[in-house]
């Protein structure tokens, strides 16, 4: 599976959330959740329905609103994350109003496990947060470092700010060098990460690809002000 970078409003996810792809996302999630039903059978189960509440409190409160959702519905945030991610991954949310990829290099899964083992390694812990929340996805209101439980088989979107965004440059070109291999610059660090790859599932991917990617993506999105969405 692909992974696509995507610029986003600084403050990050929520800011994506506006009333208008709010309700596109909406009529697409009722179509794909009810096309193969029979007909006079295509009302949607109570969990589907809660999601689709969410999104009718979302239009009406705001995207920001999704940090704090009515207690009825916290049930479904993690739900409608997940439902957000497939949505942007299609971008089936019309092409006037598409999200601009960071950069056109597009690691795989494994490439993506590989480079979280590097960084696991390499960076300080505050990097390794936002990798974190970047790959498996984050809670709009969380703070970076609290356990959120989004580790997911198919994550929900992960986002970073503007401000992350900088933050996560600076660490990258600290600690690991440039590209073609992007390894880290200590050497112990350069066999705890080849260590850690060896013994999991990360040694099926190349880290130096998703590093590539993200590097360039955060450099665009640093240039530019933007924050950055994860999706796949």
Request: include cysteine; glycine fraction near 10%.
């Amino acid at each position: 599976m692909d992974v696509c970078l995507f610029l986003t409003p600084p403050e990050g996810l929520t800011g994506l959330l506006t009333p208008e792809r709010l309700t596109t996302f909406r009529a697409w999630f009722i179509h794909e959740w009810t096309q193969d039903a029979p007909p006079g059978e295509q009302e949607l189960e109570e969990d589907l329905q809660a999601t689709v509440a969410l999104v009718d409190h979302l239009v009406h409160e705001g995207g920001a609103a999704l940090a704090r959702p009515p207690a009825r519905l916290q049930g479904s945030v993690v739900d409608l994350l997940d439902e957000l991610s497939d949505f942007f991954t299609r971008g089936e949310h019309g092409a006037d109003d598409a999200l601009v990829l960071a950069t056109e290099r597009k690691p795989d899964d494994r490439d993506v496990q590989a480079a979280e083992a590097v960084i696991g390694s390499a960076c300080p812990e505050r990097t390794r947060q936002l990798w974190r929340h970047l790959v498996w996805g984050r809670a709009p209101g969380m703070e970076v470092g609290q356990g959120i439980g989004l580790k997911r088989q198919i994550p929900s979107p992960g986002y970073w700010t503007a401000t992350e965004v900088k933050q996560v440059r600076d660490d990258l070109r600290e600690h690991l060098g440039g590209p073609p291999d992007y390894k880290p610059v200590r050497g112990m660090a350069r066999f705890t990460s080849m260590l850690q790859r060896g013994l999991s599932l990360a040694s099926r991917g190349s880290p130096a690809v998703a590093l590539d990617a993200v590097t360039h993506a955060v450099d665009r999105a640093a240039r530019e002000g933007a924050g950055l969405i994860f999706a796949r």
